[in-house]
């Protein structure tokens, strides 16, 4: 949680430095609504151009929500998730194709729709992501992205299921696998 802390800080600092001298339209805000529809995990990324066609984008997801809470069968996508991110735009920064490397890292407790089974963990990877941006007027835009991503999982623990908490696995592992699908909305200031 501390190393999580110290990333984000120091990107936030790095993004307002990088802006200080800035010029319209270099910042932006967004929320991706696929997030908010996968059990209600908020979230929220602010993003700095950096020059015609880079940015730096560093974000967040938070989802402490029990579905079914009382049932034998309980519902769970809790997360706290940060990630920093270079982005290429391959036109102009906020219109057109993008590319993205991110550094990211997750807090995560899982249970529910397709398993009984129980995994809770934390997850430090790299992935790639790609996508559009459609601009809609001056200052909003809709983006859409798919992404994957890898890395280690540690403290990792899997329970039969969750109100037993007999433990099946547990220890560290390596990961690939699908990172974000984004359907966002984006203000640029």
């Known amino acids: 949680m501390?190393?999580?802390r110290r990333i984000f800080f120091l990107t936030a600092a790095l993004l307002l430095?990088?802006?200080?001298?800035?010029r319209a339209q270099n910042l932006s805000l967004s929320t991706n609504f696929v997030d908010w529809g996968f059990f209600g995990t908020a979230n929220l990324s602010f993003e700095a151009a950096l020059s015609q066609h880079f940015s730096l984008e560093t974000g967040a997801k938070y989802n402490p929500w029990t579905i079914k809470k009382n049932s034998t069968r309980p519902i769970k996508n809790q997360q706290m998730t940060g990630y920093v991110a270079a982005k290429y735009w391959f036109w102009y920064v906020y219109s057109g194709w993008w590319m993205s490397g991110k550094a990211k890292f997750s807090d995560y407790t899982q249970t529910g729709l397709l398993k009984s089974t129980m995994d809770e963990g934390k997850s430090l990877g790299a992935g790639l992501?790609?996508?559009?941006?459609y601009m809609l007027g001056k200052h909003f835009n809709i983006d859409l992205g798919l992404g994957l991503w890898g890395g280690r999982t540690f403290d990792y623990v899997s329970y039969h299921c969750a109100e037993c908490m007999k433990v099946e696995k547990s220890g560290a592992k390596?990961?690939?696998g699908p990172d974000n699908?984004?359907?966002?909305?984006?203000?640029v200031f």
């Open 2 to 4: 501390i190393l999580l």
């Open 17 to 22: 430095s990088a802006s200080v001298t800035s």
């Open 129 to 133: 992501a790609f996508g559009y941006s």
């Open 174 to 176: 390596w990961f690939i």
């Open 181 to 187: 699908i984004e359907v966002a909305l984006k203000y």
